[in-house]
Each structure stands twice: as C-alpha cells, then as structure tokens.
C-alpha cells in the first residue's frame, strides 16, 4: 500500500466538467455524487445533471426500479452560522421568516470512498466530507450500515470568527411512502442518537424499494455545546437559524412522514476560532434484524443477521463504536483511495476518475451475513453474502448480475465473490432446484432469497452455467481455496455436462443482455461456456481428478477451434453476433474471462483481429471501425451499449489507443452532464443517453483492467485433495441430494455435435 497521502493530491488531473459547473470538480463532475451508499437501503445521492451544489437540491434514494418514476426524496439539512449569520449548506430546505444564506460551493471532489465538498460561508470556508467506508478485508466492518459526514470550518480571512453547525435528516429516510406513520426515540449519553421507524413495519417487505422494516439512525458524540431537538422541520431549523443552537427537546406527537415534516437535529457550537477546527463528525445509517430470509434444506427457511450483529449487541453499541472510530476508518479510506488510484492511473488517469466512481456503487449493493444456531448464537463461520439487483430488478443475487460486476471483487477482496456464491451453491446442493443448469437467482424480490423451487426463474441456462464455473475458478485461483472445489464438485460438474451437451451450438437463448431479445447460435454466449468447459478441467485438476481435467481441456479445445470457424466473417475482420451471419457483430465481451483466467484458449489471430491499427489484431483492429461518440454498441441490432462490457472489452486489446478508446468513452458517458442518477451502465452509445438501469453492481465490471493487473494466482501446486468422485464432492451428507460426477466423453462429444449442426446453417 502507498504511504499516507494528501487527500486532494489524489487525482492530480483536472478533466473538463459542463459549463453549469460553476466549481472546481475532481476528477469531474459524475451524474450523481455518493453521499451516504453503504447497503440497498442506506443508499443517499446528489443528483447533478448540468451541475446541482451540495446545498441546491435534495439527496436522493435512488434504485430506479420498474414503475418508479422519480427517486425518493431523503430530507437532510444542514446549516453553519458565523458570527450570527446562518448560511446553508446541505439540502435545498425553504424556512419561511428567516435570513438563512445560501453558502457557495467552490469545489468537489470525489474518490472511491469519500465525496468532499467545499463550500464558502462568508468569511469561513467549511469543508463537508461524506464518507460510507470500503472495507473490504475486513468484513464485519464493511457490514456495518452506517456512513459518516464530517465537518471542518476554517476562516478565510485570517481573522476569528464564531461558528456552530447543524444537521438534520428527516423521517424520509425510513419508507418508500411519506403517508405512512413513524415514532421516534432520542437517547443521550456520551452519544447522542435519534432513532426513528416506521410505527407498523413489514418483515422484508419494500415499498418504492425502500425496506419497510428497521430504524434509521442520526448520531453525533456528545461534546461541548452539542444540542438536539425532535421536531417539525420548518421549526427546529428556524431555531437554529436563529439561535445557534437547539433546545434539547423531543417531539411526542407521532405522526405521518409528510405531516409537519418532523426532523431529527444535531447541532455543535465550535466556538470561536481562527484556524481550522476539528471535525464535527456525524453518522446516518440503516439497520435491521433479520436482514434476509433464505431458504435452506427440505423447504425450510432461515432467518440471516447483518454481520456486525455478532459483534454489536445493539445498535448504540455500533453506532459508539462507530463514530469512535472516525479518525482511524478515515486514514484506511485514504490508503484505499490512494491505492486504487495509484493502480488505475497506471491505466490512464481518465480510468482512475471512472474506477473511483464506480467502487461505492458496487459495495452499497451487498449485505453481509451471518446464520444463528439452534441456541440462538450467531455462528461466524457461515458468512455469506447478498446483493440486490438494483433497478433493472429486485433479484437476489442475479448471477449475471454479479459477473459483470466480479473485477471489483477480485480485486479488491475474492472472499467477498465467494460468499456471493454461496447462497446460490448452497441453495441448488439442496436438490431443490430441478434444472440441470444454473439457477438465475437466490429469489425475485430482494430480500428474500427463497429460490425457485419450481424452476421459473429466469432462463438463461448457457449464460448462468458458464458464470459460475469462471467465477469459481477465479475465486479458486486468487485465493488458494481447493476445498472450493471439493465441496462443490459435483454440482460443478453437473453444470459443465451440460454446456458440453449445449454450448457449442447455442439454442435460441437469452444472454445477460435479455434486453436484447433471444438469439440462436450467439458468439458471445457460446465462447463464455467453453470457457466455463476449460474451467472445470483447471478444478477437476486441482482436486486430482486428472481423467475428468483431460476430458474436458480436450473438449474445449475442440469446441474453440470449431467456433472460430462458425464465429469468424468470411473477410475475416471480425467475429460475428451470430454464427455465419455476415452482417453482424457485437462487442465479444466474454473473451476477457480467457484471459482473467489464463486459460489461453482462444488464439491471438482472435483478439488481434481486423485492426484499424495494422498489424495489430482483429477484434482489437475491428473495433474503432464502428465506434460512435460514446463508444461502440452492443451489437448490430441496436446503438445502445453497456459501460460494463465496454470495459471488459477495453482489457483484453491488443493495443493502448484502443483500450484508451473503450476507457474514454465510458468516462466521457459518466461526466457529460446529461444525467441526473446514478451511474447507469445501459445508454446509447451515439448520444450518451441513458437508456436504462441505475445504481446497479454491475460497474464493478469498470475494474476489468484492475483486475487483470492484480491476477497472481495461489500457488495450489503443494495442495491435496481427495478425489471428488468418491468424496462426492461434500463434508456435509445432511442434504441427502448428490448429482453423481459422469465423464463425457471426446468421442461422444464429436458426435453429438454432429447431430447437433444440423441446426445449423453451416
């Protein structure tokens, strides 16, 4: 890791921002800054467009899921009065017979854990920075549902000057419905804490995708001339405008979430000073208990903890420790940064801007949990993890969704990939799922994660089979984990059987792209399950399988020179979307697996194909050939594109100024100023218009490059295992479910291909 460094020395170049952008903007000006992004419910946005102040709007929930038509409104104000002067800061609040000023904002900035804005209040200039921590190896930590805001004031003018600041959220914060009722507690000690939910809560039930269950949270540390007052919005901040401080009073009157607007206020008198004063330091935050209904052996179903639950006993106890450790998780997030950014700007300094946008998005998508036993402990060694499928859907765990997105995981932490896949492993180990491929996800409404018993979910059986044998290599290689594979060894086993039986001459499937419509004999899908083939065969070697781990190379060996011959134009410039369709082509994002996996399967003439950059390779020479403005579709069928295949597809070319194409086209998409929301990975690669899908983890895909940079694979050459066809791949014989590990042969292979072509035009 880098030593410590200056916060605003991490990205040294400024880019470009939009005209309405009336401040200095660093690395640039995103759609929407991340202020509070810690989970799917603690997820606060400034939404920007043009360019939009800390304190000219309103923070926003924002999942964009179907039938939601505006983001959610979170009421949080903030105030910093000088000398008696009252200048807002946060929020776009309207108190009526007030003389509240509006403070200027001067700069922003933003990294991979922390947007930082400064605003100038007449004589002092405060600084506000919104930290929701990236812990990722340290789990119990990053489960923690809280995210920081600290302010520092510091005079501009070189003279003294008495200043106090204040904070409020509003009952917003906990429900989809501002016509539903709330109550609300405040305790007092060495941390002051408003605690406020909904009065009838619905376990796991979301309205607006905001849950209707758990409280939310406002705290500060008490110190001197910190006060505090519950009430209506309009009259506790007008008590401080006027007054500088709050009467440490609580509103009783328990009401409707738009009735009288009640608010939850903290305020701090710093004093009078003539430097810079030390933070004042606030948190927000999310929490609940269980989190997330999971369905486990025999139809039953389990209740799961957030992770910090094990440690915490209540959430004053977290919330203590939480704000206690401010100092500490400020200097982890600024080795973070400061790491991704030294990694990414080896890239480009344009990628490092991107990267760093795309970080929170991710890990505010997951949860992290932990099961009870039958006493009622929490038992810390079964740790998995869930993610919603923000905005395109409500899944749990979307294994298409978690592909895109697995870079970020592989590069930041891959125990945090595996414990994705667990639930979804463990789920179909049950023998509840009936297909013999792949489930599409862990249950249709995050979150409850209760499977798909009757097989209805959504099918993309090449598409699943092929992700979940390359992430599972992945995980096994970057962490040395064999018994991975051993416990999972049939199961393993069973999906590759049947991409062997289906992937070379791919049905009329969807993909990931589902938007896109189905589509027979797809290029793209039918190279992810040989892929997912040649997986299999690197795991069926490590656990000492070596007839299984032969079969299979050969096979995928075979497969790949086949489909180079069905995927590849006649002038041979390029693939093609569909086997021997000469007229298309699409963007074959699924090679990069090839390469994060080292398998070589695929050629070089492959990647290097058509180039407009002689001699350089095809697919890497094709490309500029049909890039538009913001980078180059999806396919044929349509202009759109993904922000996170554009960014697999940057990894594996063959030549910088067409990866710096990909790369600068994504991040042109990402600061053109067009959007409001957060970064949406579905647009329109002629104009940059955002076509759909926002906020979601698939952008973890935008650490592509990352993640090939930062592949050293374990040494596993020194580890035994027993092998799987007479372990039957598992320790646990509970289940009472095992799909038996059958060989498929090469010949047999052969020929059923043959008899497979036949639909196909050959």
Partial sequence: MLG?????????????????????????NPAAFPLAVRSPYLSAWLPQGEGNALNAVWPQFWTGSVGVSKPI????????????????????????NTNAQKAVQTSSVFTSTQSIFTLTAGPVDLTATFLSPVEPSNLLNQSLPFSYLALTATPNDGASHSVQVYTDISAEWVSGSDSLTVNWTTTVGDVITHQVQ????????????????????HSTRMTPGTTFQTGQDIVVRAQFINHSTLLDTQDTNFRDVSDDWPVFALAHDLGTISGPSEPVVYSVGRARDPAIEYLIANDAVQYRSSYFWSKYPTADDAISEFLGDYNNALARANAFDAQVSADANKISSTYAGLVALSVRQVFGAIEITVSKTSSGQFNTSDIMTFLKEISSDGNVNTVDVIFPGWPLFIYTNPVIGRDLLLPLLNYQETGQYPNMWACHDMGSIYPQALGHNNGDDEKMPIEESGNMLIM?????????DISYVSTYYNLLNQWTEYLVANTLIPGDQISTDDFAGPLANQTNLAIKGIIGIKAMSVMAEMVGDMATSANYSGIAASYVKQWQGYATSTDGLHLTLAYNN??????????????????????????EMPNSLPPDPPETAWYPTVDEEYGVPLDTRHLYTKSDWQSWTAAFMTNTTVRDMFVDAVQKYAADGESSQPLGDWYWANDGEVEGFRARPVVGGHLALLALQSVEYADVSNITASNPNTTKGSTNTSIGYRHEARRVDVVSVILAVVVLSGTLVL
Wanted: no cysteine; net charge negative; hydrophobic share 40%.
């Fill in 472 to 480: 599972s290599l992945s995980y096994v290689q970057k962490s040395g």
């Fill in 4 to 28: 410590s460094l200056v916060l605003g020395t991490v990205f040294l170049l400024l880019q470009p921002v939009h005209s309405a952008v009336t401040w200095t903007a660093t690395p640039f």
């Fill in 73 to 96: 409104t979170l009421g949080w104000a903030g105030y910093i009065n000088v000398d008696g002067v009252s200048y807002n800061f946060l929020g776009d609040p309207g108190v009526p």
């Fill in 198 to 217: 909904l009065e009838n809560q619905a376990l796991f039930g979301e309205v607006n995708d905001q849950i209707q269950q758990g409280p939310g949270y």
């Fill in 582 to 607: 000469e007229t298309t082509w699409g963007l074959s994002y699924n090679m990069y697996a090839d390469k994060l996996l080292g398998t070589n399967l695929i050629p070089d003439s492959v990647y």
